[in-house]
């Protein structure tokens, strides 16, 4: 198979990369990214000189380079987005823009080319719930303007398959954790805050619930619904481990070992969802189930990040660095 992987240079897709070059021997990557202030190409050393593996820098919404490249492949997965719901919130048009018309332009590809087509969307589209869990036919109902530009790119994807015929798929994973993860989001950021003795902002009450997936247990079933997926479908995939923000701040502090007193409760996020639960039975069915144990991935995760200083040092200086001082912690009342 030849694969053309948008946004590989991201946290998702580039351990999606390194799994299937690894898993499939004679499978073709072409890695298209634009790498944004998110995509790193030092998330893949390691693979660079695969003869399997080429990289191509560009942009999802420029057809001719998509065009292109979907000549030369069998299937488009689709990673590329802007990703964090804080940066969509301050400014939503990049969200628009690649989540969105991105998708657009690389499902004309898909069409013209006859391409199997898989969206990696969110288990945000759903929004919040309160109790229970959200089934793949259950409304999309989202808050965000990053989960709101998502829901639009999959629902697009989804009228490409009715309309046109193009075989796509959809995954809906939920948050994902560990290497290679931008620090910007909450595991990364709080791992690294506290081995810096950095305080660490836990937005409003800090009760707020996520569904904690190791990223190689995603990988697997990306792989999955790729192979075996059913053609329109969407599939759920949650790690199993429900916890609050606040669970996971301690286990971060117990992890680094470092004290309480740095955590830090600031202004919350507007329009913040509480809870996300998906129901995985159907993928479930489909073969897959999550392998690894929350503590011992999280163990694993924050010696990662010990281990591996120079791969977010460089990253939280600069631009980063900037990026905070003007915007987020203006935003959540920090100093
Ligand atoms: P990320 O922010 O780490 O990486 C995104 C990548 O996309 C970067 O390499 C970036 O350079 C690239 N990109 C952005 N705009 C582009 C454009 N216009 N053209 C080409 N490349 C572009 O994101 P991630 O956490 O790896 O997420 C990957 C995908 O998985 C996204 O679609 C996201 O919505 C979805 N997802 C993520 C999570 C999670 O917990 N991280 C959970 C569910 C779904
Ligand atoms: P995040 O990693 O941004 O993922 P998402 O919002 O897409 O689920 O945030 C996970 C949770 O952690 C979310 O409830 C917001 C919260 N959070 C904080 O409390 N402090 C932080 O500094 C960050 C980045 C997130």
């Given at each position: 198979m030849r694969l053309l992987v948008t946004g590989g240079a991201g946290f998702i897709g580039s351990n999606f990369i390194r799994h299937i070059l690894t898993k499939y021997k004679d499978y073709k990557i072409i890695n298209l990214d634009?790498?944004?202030?998110?995509?790193?190409l030092d998330n893949l050393k390691d693979v660079e000189?695969?003869?399997?593996y080429e990289f191509v820098k560009g942009d999802i919404c420029d057809a001719e380079i998509v065009n292109k490249l979907a000549a030369k492949v069998d299937v488009i997965i689709n990673f590329a987005a802007e990703t964090h719901v804080d940066r969509s919130i301050g400014s939503p048009e990049d969200f628009i823009r690649t989540d969105i018309f991105g998708t657009y332009t690389l499902l004309e590809a898909a069409k013209e080319n006859k391409l199997k087509f898989l969206q990696i969307s969110?288990?945000?589209?759903y929004g919040s719930i309160e109790k229970g869990s959200f089934k793949e036919n259950d409304r999309l109902n989202p808050s965000s303007p990053y989960s709101s530009s998502k829901a639009g790119a999959e629902l697009l994807a989804h009228s490409y398959f009715v309309t046109f015929g193009v075989d796509v798929l959809v995954t809906r994973s939920s948050n994902n954790y560990g290497p290679y993860q931008y620090p910007e989001k909450l595991i990364p950021v709080f791992i690294t805050n506290a081995m810096e003795d950095k305080s660490l902002p836990i937005y409003g009450d800090g009760q707020q619930v996520r569904d904690w997936i190791y990223v190689i247990d995603n990988c697997e079933a990306i792989d999955l619904v790729l192979h075996k997926g059913k053609s329109g479908e969407a599939y759920n995939i949650g790690g199993g481990n429900e916890k609050t923000n606040m669970y996971i701040t301690k286990k971060i502090l117990e992890l680094t070992k470092?004290?309480?007193?740095l955590i830090n409760y600031v202004k919350d996020r507007p329009g913040h969802d509480r809870r996300y639960s998906v129901d995985c039975k159907k993928i479930n069915a489909l073969g897959w189930k999550p392998r690894y144990d929350f503590d011992k991935a999280m163990k694993e995760t924050v010696q990662w990040y010990r281990q591996n200083k120079w791969w977010w040092e460089k990253i939280k200086t600069g631009e980063y660095k900037k990026y905070y001082i003007e915007h987020y912690h203006e935003r959540h009342g920090l100093k």
């Open positions: 634009k790498l944004t202030y998110a995509g790193n000189k695969n003869k399997n969110t288990d945000e589209v470092k004290p309480e007193s």
